[in-house]
C-alpha cells in the first residue's frame, strides 16, 4: 500500500523514487510484507548533490511487528537493508508500527533537521 509521502515523492521524481528507493521499497516488502510502507528521500536536506540518496525516512507498519519492543523492530529492518546500510545508505530513520498502532494514530514524524555533518 502506498503512503501519502511516497506516492507524492514517486509522482515528483517520475515514478517509484531513485535505485535505492526502489530497493529499500523491494527489500522492506519482501522481508516484512508490510500493509504500509512510506520511503522518504530526505537527502537534498542534508546537502549532498542532486540524486545522492544517502538519507532515508521510512515507515513501515507491519504484522511482523506484533509483540516486539522499538529496538527489536528496527533490527528487523536493519537486518533487511543490511547491505544498503554498508554501501550507500548513510542514515535511516525507521518508524515501524503494528496496525494496530497505526489504525489509532496514523501519522508519520517528520524528519529531523540536520545538524550539519561535513559542512561545519
Not at 67 to 87: D, K, N
Not at 104 to 114: E, F, H, L, T
Amino acid at each position: 500500500m502506498r503512503g501519502p509521502l511516497l506516492a507524492a515523492a514517486g509522482a515528483a521524481m517520475g515514478g517509484t523514487g531513485g535505485p535505492l528507493a526502489r530497493t529499500i521499497r523491494a527489500k522492506l516488502t519482501a522481508a516484512l510484507q508490510p500493509t504500509h510502507l512510506e520511503i522518504r528521500d530526505d537527502s537534498p536536506l542534508h546537502g549532498g548533490p542532486p540524486g545522492a540518496e544517502t538519507h532515508f525516512g521510512v515507515l513501515v507498519v507491519s504484522g511482523r511487528f506484533a509483540g516486539l519492543p522499538p529496538l527489536q523492530r528496527h533490527r528487523l529492518v536493519h537486518e533487511a537493508l543490511r547491505a544498503e546500510l554498508a554501501g550507500p545508505l548513510h542514515a535511516l530513520q525507521v518508524t515501524a508500527r503494528t496496525p494496530e498502532q497505526w489504525q489509532s494514530d496514523p501519522q508519520n514524524p517528520p524528519a529531523p533537521p540536520c545538524l550539519g555533518g561535513s559542512k561545519r
